[in-house]
């Protein structure tokens, strides 16, 4: 007890240490004096009275060293003396210094960067309560799985026993309602959601309620939720607003609630303004994925359980609905934050691996520097060690400075990491989810300040700890008798050095192979023949309204005028309307072939379905290889047509079997909307196109004309595939947008959305390749031009050494070339052995993001030999400095040097 | 100076300076000085300025407490006084000082019956 009260106390003392000296000094000049006095007053004079009082007092300095050993804390003492003495050995060599810290700064700070897209894709957690117990259902394929399901299996599966709390609705793309108020006419971000939503999301509503389950069943009433910031935004936080009907979409909605600002749904993709109920028929039959579901795993039930019951389950619902599941498919859920994530995960894993090697390089570099110097400074080191330094005081020591040096740099790292992490996403977010809008959900919290002080700490551990060992055990008589220029880097210290620099070479090879493969996929996806043309295309959608997209003959109204109105405008070359874009999310359904036997299940197989108006072909510059396109004349009284791409008709009509002759019929009896489709003659065959991704090769497609789509399937669609504009030019296509839009307000009234370019969908299509390519050259350039300045310093430290030898050399008759050759062989051969590491390891490595690359095998041979060679150009540059410098020696300046 | 030495010195002195303070206090660190050679009529010759150090280590360890003031001759000085603690120590260490000087009296005492 009493030694902890004086441990405190003693503690405290170091903050206040001057006064306590200045008290201490005050006392004590009083006691003497009063000492003194007494003497004087017993009649000595005042030259003897301070002898005396002095004597009496016993060594006045004395005194006060044993005071202070009373009030300080030896061992907080030494620490404050050794990063006193830290920080002054730093500033006095600020070139190291600096090099040191920013080749530090570099690798943490990458480090720092991808981890809080880590922190913010995968760690955080979901923004509301139990996020680990809240599973998404999942349709499983062979080897894959999405987090999509049909209303008929939503309303099938909601009843298992290990889940509640069910909820169905649609993330991320929600759709918008167009809100007007006189003239001006607002589209604002619905989510249509079931009643359960609320419960199972745990959403606070701070006025108001949620959906009942009356609501919430076809035909209910229309009612409303809204967000908080659009009641404070919109309706100036009115608190009589519940109860208030408004007009959304043209039609009548009653206000039942406000959902709380707390409620971050932000990650999930476009935040929700309103809140619609999903109204989902309870015996719906409908089997066309269309919405998302989740519920929450009953308390005591394991996820385990949870899947296993859902994969029984598919066994059931086979069964129930017999040829309602494709053959291999079935069900089971997820977390939800892991569905959500889906493989974003993998391209974070490999972005985390790539930039972790860019920080072992910046270790092993700036160990380098740190030995470097720590031979120089072996004389004052055994300097200490002759003056009683124990060598665990002085390891101490050398470990204050490296840490001192990995703190600075990783404080600058937190600096280049999150700025560079904020501009790398605000220009591609790469399509990441639960980063939020241009990655402003990315932010430095506590997990990513931990994150950054533990490898701050880490690293200037393990590379100070070597260098520190190594000096501190060097014998000290050699040390002491050499001149102070540090000719004693014994043989040991070099080879420690030279493998450093091999390892270096090794891992930013490997890293380079890496990089330039994801380089290659990406020239490849740029290079690739799309089957469909975009420049000067421009494209934007829009959303009619509720009541008009009931109708397909309204819609197709609204297009024929569009496209009559769009084409007369100057510039325009052709113009068409499409339910989607090529590249973008476009619906798939099932077909049977009239008067062709069944084999297995009501259906032959499955294409894209895209509705188009004629001149979508011509727009794109689509080929037709065989029979007609679309024209005007393919409307709702003509016969029903439809168009099939090459890879349709090779992958259903064997040859001498014509599929112009041929009809089918399109997901009738599989999806509900599809009731009233009827059977459509091919009349055309079109070139394929890459219309799923750039990356994948084409599979079937359909295409049938807008104005034959039956009412249901244009109702059902116009939220999730309104209107897409798609307007090819002859001058550039953005300069086209503001007539274009004029034209069609006046057609429709309603404002349009995601106006861009048809470049810009196909860059955006592959963000996310472009995201990694970017990340991993600027990560492989970093390790590059590390491991170039670790070679350089070691080869430039070394010639610096040998000086003297260089000088006798030259002395003794040796040609310039013959020193340079020694000095480039020297160092070439710490390359070479770093690339005979680095290509295996690497051969090794690439399997790991095979799943990245298109166009290019994983152990592609061209890169295989190319990026040697760059390293090796690149590593000669480095050595050939020193070198030069090596043959240019003064054999005279040399010499006397000793 | 010798460690050990010191030590057993240190221990008695401090036991002096609290009972000095415990009596007098509040007092300043040269009235306890001369109290202590006052009171060892000079047997126990001391550096006074060893006072200093021990009387850091007493309030360090909370059984004395010091507040600036000014003494009989106008000097600025620390007076000192005893803490519920202290006394409580010095209780216990007048008592061991007992027990021990008894057992060292016995052991000094020439007609000594050490059986």
Wanted: charged share 20%; net charge positive; hydrophobic share 45%.
């Amino acid at each position: 007890m009493t030694r902890i009260r004086t441990l405190l106390s003693r503690v405290l003392a170091v903050f206040g240490r001057a006064e306590i000296e200045v008290e201490m000094n005050e006392e004590i000049r009083s006691h003497v004096e009063e000492l003194e006095e007494d003497y004087r007053r017993s009649g000595l004079s005042a030259q003897e009275a301070h002898r005396r009082a002095v004597l009496a007092f016993g060594g006045i300095e004395q005194v006060k060293e044993r005071y202070r050993d009373r009030y300080r804390l030896p061992a907080l003492d030494s620490v404050l003396q050794d990063l006193v003495f830290a920080a002054r050995m730093l500033v006095k060599h600020p070139g190291f210094t600096v090099t040191a810290i920013v080749t530090l700064a570099l690798g943490i700070g990458g480090n720092t960067a991808i981890f809080s897209i880590v922190n913010a894709v995968l760690l955080k957690p979901a923004p509301f309560p139990d996020p680990d117990r809240v599973v998404m259902f999942m349709t499983t394929g062979p080897g894959t799985q999405v987090s999509i399901t049909s209303p008929a299996r939503f309303q099938y599966l909601r009843t298992l026993s290990t889940i509640q709390d069910v909820a169905a609705f649609r993330m991320g793309d929600t759709g918008v309602l167009t809100y007007t108020v006189g003239t001006a006419t607002e589209s604002l971000h619905r989510a249509a959601v079931s009643a359960e939503y609320f419960k199972l999301f745990e959403v606070p509503i701070v006025q108001g309620r949620g959906f009942s389950r009356e609501e919430d069943l076809p035909n209910g009433p229309k009612v409303v939720l809204i967000s908080y910031n659009l009641w404070a935004r919109r309706f100036a936080s009115d608190p009589n607003i519940i109860g208030e009907t408004l007009q959304l979409s043209g039609e009548p909605y009653v206000v039942i609630g406000i959902v709380g600002p707390t409620f971050d749904a932000s990650e999930f993709g476009p935040v929700p303004e309103v809140w619609t109920a999903f109204q989902l028929d309870p015996n719906s039959t409908d089997q066309g994925q269309s919405l998302q579901a989740a519920g929450r795993l009953k308390p005591g039930i394991t996820l385990e359980e949870a899947k296993e019951e859902f994969k029984k389950a598919a066994a059931d619902y086979r069964q129930a609905f017999p040829n309602a599941l494709l053959h291999g498919v079935g069900f089971s859920v997820e977390p939800i934050q892991q569905a959500l994530v889906g493989n974003a995960r993998d391209t974070l894993l490999v972005l985390s691996g790539a930039v972790s090697l860019v920080l072992l390089i910046a270790c092993a570099n700036v160990a380098n520097l740190l030995l470097m110097r720590a031979t120089s400074r072996t004389r004052e080191i055994a300097i200490r060690a002759v003056l009683g330094a124990g060598r665990g005081r002085m390891i101490r020591q050398l470990l204050t400075e490296t840490v001192l040096l990995s703190l600075a740099g990783g404080s600058l790292g937190i600096l280049f990491g999150i700025w560079g992490m904020r501009t790398l996403l605000s220009v591609n977010a790469a399509g990441l989810p639960r980063v939020g809008v241009d990655g402003t959900l990315v932010d430095l919290d506590w997990r990513v300040l931990g994150f950054t002080l533990f490898i701050s700490l880490g690293t200037g551990m393990v590379f100070g700890l070597i260098p520190g060992l190594q000096a501190s055990r060097s014998d000290l008589n050699p040390s002491l008798k050499e001149s102070g220029r540090g000719m004693g880097a014994t043989l040991k210290q070099n080879y420690f050095r030279s493998m450093l620099v091999v390892a270096e070479i090794a891992l930013s090879v490997t890293l380079l192979i890496g990089s330039s493969l994801f380089i290659r996929a990406q020239l490849a996806l740029s290079a690739v023949d799309s089957g469909f043309q975009t420049t000067n295309v421009l494209t934007m959608r829009m959303y009619v309204t509720k009541q008009r997209s009931q109708h397909t003959a309204e819609v197709a109204e609204v297009v024929n005028e569009g496209i009559d109105r769009i084409r007369s405008l100057p510039g325009v070359v052709d113009v068409a309307a499409t339910s989607s874009l090529p590249l973008q999310l476009a619906p798939g359904g099932p077909f049977r072939i009239i008067g062709r036997p069944l084999v297995s299940g009501p259906f032959h197989g499955g294409a894209l379905w895209t509705s188009i108006s004629s001149g979508y072909f011509q727009v794109f510059r689509i080929p037709i290889k065989r029979g007609r396109a679309f024209t005007d004349r393919d409307d709702a009284s003509a016969p029903p047509v439809v168009i099939i791409n090459e890879s349709m008709a090779k992958q259903y009509w064997t040859k001498g079997d014509d599929p112009l002759n041929a009809r089918i019929l399109i997901a009738k009896g599989f999806a509900k909307q599809f009731d009233d489709e009827p059977e459509r003659q091919i009349v055309g065959i079109i070139g394929d196109i890459r219309d799923r991704a750039l990356s994948l090769e084409p599979g079937p497609s359909m295409y049938v004309p807008q104005a034959q789509v039956p009412d249901a399937v244009t109702a059902r669609g116009a939220n999730n595939f309104p209107i897409t504009w798609v307007i090819r030019g002859n001058v550039a296509p953005l300069s086209l947008s503001r007539a274009v839009q004029e034209q069609l307000r006046q057609v429709a009234g309603q404002p349009l959305s995601e106006i861009q370019t048809m470049d810009n969908v196909v860059s955006s299509s592959i963000s996310r390749q472009r995201f990694n390519t970017l990340l991993m050259t600027v990560f492989a350039c970093l390790a590059l031009a590390l491991a170039a300045i670790g070679i350089y310093g070691l080869m430039a430290y070394s010639v610096e050494q040998r000086t003297p030898e260089i000088g006798i050399r030259l002395a003794l008759g040796a040609e310039a070339a013959e020193i340079r050759r020694i000095i480039m062989f020297q160092g070439m051969r710490l390359v070479v052995f770093g690339i005979v590491i680095g290509v295996p390891l690497a051969f090794n490595l690439t399997k790991f993001i095979q799943g990245f690359l298109f166009g290019v095998e994983p152990r592609d041979p061209i890169t295989f030999v190319t990026i040697p060679v760059l390293v090796s150009v690149t590593a000669l540059l480095a050595v050939w400095l020193p070198a030069r410098r090596a043959s240019r020696t003064c054999p005279l300046d040399a010499l006397r040097y000793e | 100076m010798n460690d050990e030495k010191s030590d057993i010195l240190n221990g008695t002195l401090a036991l002096m300076t609290l009972r000095t303070i415990d009596v007098l206090g509040p007092i300043h660190g040269y009235a306890i000085a001369r109290r202590i050679e006052q009171v060892s009529q000079g047997v126990l010759a001391m550096n006074q300025g060893t006072l200093y150090p021990m009387l850091l280590s007493l309030q360090q360890a909370g059984w004395i407490a010091s507040k600036w003031g000014v003494s009989d001759t106008g000097r600025k000085v620390k007076f000192y006084s005893i803490t519920k603690a202290g006394k409580k120590q010095l209780a216990a260490e007048t008592e061991n000082w007992h027990r021990i000087s008894s057992v060292i009296a016995r052991f000094a005492d020439p007609k000594g019956n050490l059986s």
